[in-house]
């Protein structure tokens, strides 16, 4: 049975192998499902496209950019299909990568609906972000970040009054009896 570190760390090294230009054990460019895979690296244009993940306790954020055209995002919802695809792909790749590398299998769930931000460089190109989170399977036992920070919110509030009253006490004590101030010697009599 694998770690939660172990889970994590072999899902890093999958998306740290899908760079650029990345090969696999046959010596032949690896597919991960992107644009920039598509036509000659040298002749054709580049498409610059990409993806991150990150992990906020039993969940996986995976963050899709990508550069597009204004004629390819028409109509509204070829766009969201084509980024709902692209993502398909990366969880299909990141799951393939996964096995490979640890020799385990990952189980990577639909865990929200893919936030899309596009936008505008010129008339003619456009910048797509979109972000989608997923479920990694035998996470159960993993709290929240939420609770694990309220839990520490609460302790520390806990010896904020403790130090606060354990002040007010020591002041009260040590309150000064006289309030007249002393006489400065440099200042003249009047």
């Known amino acids: 049975m694998a770690t939660v570190l172990d889970v994590i760390k072999g899902l890093n090294q999958a998306a740290a192998n899908a760079y650029d230009g990345a090969l696999d054990e046959n010596g032949e460019q690896l597919k991960v499902g992107l644009d920039r895979e598509?036509?000659?690296?040298?002749?054709d244009g580049r498409i610059i496209d990409g993806f991150k993940v990150r992990f906020a306790g039993p969940k996986?954020?995976?963050t899709y950019q990508s550069e597009m055209r204004v004629e390819e995002m028409h109509?509204?919802?070829?766009?969201?299909?084509d980024v709902e695809d692209k993502f398909k792909e990366i969880a299909k790749f990141?799951?393939?990568?996964?096995?490979?590398i640890t020799k385990g299998s990952v189980t990577l769930t639909?865990?929200?609906?893919?936030?899309?931000i596009?936008?505008?460089t010129s008339r003619h190109h456009t910048w797509v972000q979109?972000?989608?989170?997923?479920?990694?399977?035998?996470f159960d036992d993993v709290e929240s970040i939420r609770m694990g920070s309220q839990r520490a919110a609460e302790r520390r509030n806990k010896d904020y009054h403790q130090q606060f009253k354990k002040?007010?006490?020591?002041?009260?004590?040590?309150?000064a009896t006289n309030n007249k101030a002393k006489k400065n010697p440099e200042t003249p009599e009047a």
């Open 118 to 120: 596009v936008q505008t």
């Open 130 to 138: 979109a972000k989608k989170q997923y479920a990694i399977g035998g």
């Open 110 to 116: 639909e865990d929200s609906d893919t936030d899309i």
């Open 167 to 175: 002040f007010f006490e020591t002041a009260k004590a040590k309150k």
């Open 94 to 100: 990141l799951k393939k990568e996964y096995k490979n």
């Open 38 to 43: 598509e036509g000659d690296p040298i002749l």
């Open 75 to 81: 109509p509204r919802n070829r766009l969201e299909n």
């Open 60 to 62: 996986m954020i995976v």
